[in-house]
């Protein structure tokens, strides 16, 4: 609990500075630094596919870590409107997974997009946003 209070401050920190007259000042001492390419996993699964028609490549995304029964690293990727697109593929997800429980805030942003027939293929970069 008292991880996911530092990282929703950290974002709340982000989302201020980003809509402040002073964002512009201290928008250059936010560092994203490139960590991994990955993709979202579990899109055919969405209940709302919807959500895949307004994304477009360069779109920023948030990562959350989510309590799953399934995943103990579960990582859902949520659209800037916090509508699910799919989760950080199990794969991949412990380091980041780990990072976020320490309190670093990480976010993704799409890279590319691919119809494959009824699939969508979403790539991302996966950032650390370090200021």
């Known amino acids: 609990m008292e991880n996911e209070l530092k990282v929703t401050q950290q974002q709340s920190a982000v989302a201020t500075i980003e809509g402040h007259e002073l964002g512009d000042i201290i928008k250059p001492l936010i ?3 490139h960590l991994f390419d990955s993709y979202v996993a579990g899109t055919t699964h969405l209940e709302d596919k919807s959500v895949l028609d307004s994304i477009k490549v360069g779109d920023m995304l948030t990562l959350q870590r989510e309590d799953n029964k399934f995943d ?3 990582i859902l ?3 800037d409107e916090k ?3 799919g989760y950080v593929p199990e794969k991949d997800n412990i380091v980041f997974a780990r990072l976020m429980d320490a309190g670093k ?3 993704a942003k799409i890279t590319d997009i ?3 027939g009824s699939f969508t293929q979403i790539s991302v970069g996966i950032y ?3 200021f």
């Open 105 to 107: 805030l990480l976010k």
């Open 114 to 116: 691919k119809q494959k």
């Open 31 to 33: 560092k994203e630094i």
């Open 128 to 130: 650390l946003v370090d």
């Open 72 to 74: 103990s690293n579960a």
């Open 77 to 79: 990727i949520l659209n």
């Open 83 to 85: 509508k699910k697109l």
